[in-house]
């Protein structure tokens, strides 16, 4: 934790690892990110946050370069010690379906005597299939047409509409089929941009403690 760089409790002063630009073994770090049902189409992006540690006096302080599964994908340049937001395109082929990596490189330009980043958070944007994941799959609807969601390994799999998370309905117009080893189910949404959890009743967790308060 970072909370020394902070003055409101409430901030997110957890960070994920630290860069020195320029170091030959603390300049370059790489991350893992879960990209499961990747579609390999579609607008797609990787935003990182990055706080900058040190505010040296020369020029733009910071300076990183983005790499994904091994292919650059963008560089940013700043100034200071404070978070900044970086978002770039990404070529939808370069996203695996599942586990990727993301390396962050930090350079130390000509002038710059020091430049100590730590690398925060990322945020991937993807589109995906409508494949189950561990037997289950939260997805907002896309329009009001038939959704299929496919990869289940039990035929007994529930839909939730959770519009209203703290009272979801229950779908229970819903078909189930076989595919290959595993099940699908199709529902029709009742609109587009409503989120649905669909779960096998199997992979749903059990409370195995009560106790009396």
Known sequence: PATGLFDDPASDYWMWDVLVAGDATRGRKSFHLQADGAAQIGATSLTLQILGLTASVAGAHHHVQILLNGTYIGE?????????????????????????????VGVLDIGVPYSVLYV????????????????????????????????????????????????????????????????????KPSAAGTPYLVVATTAVPRITTLVAD
């Open 120 to 187: 925060d958070s990322f945020d991937l944007s993807y589109d995906r299939t409508t494949r189950a994941v561990n037997d289950g799959l939260a997805f907002p609807s896309a329009d009001g047409a038939a959704a299929t969601i496919y990869g289940f390994s039990s035929p007994n799999v529930m839909v939730f509409d959770i519009g209203n998370p703290l009272h979801p309905s229950q779908i229970v117009s819903i078909t189930v089929g076989a595919t290959d080893s595993a099940y699908a189910i199709t529902f």
């Open 76 to 104: 940013a340049v700043w100034t200071g010690a404070t978070l900044y937001d970086i978002t770039l395109p990404v070529t939808p082929t370069l996203l695996h379906d599942g586990t990727n990596t993301a390396e962050v």
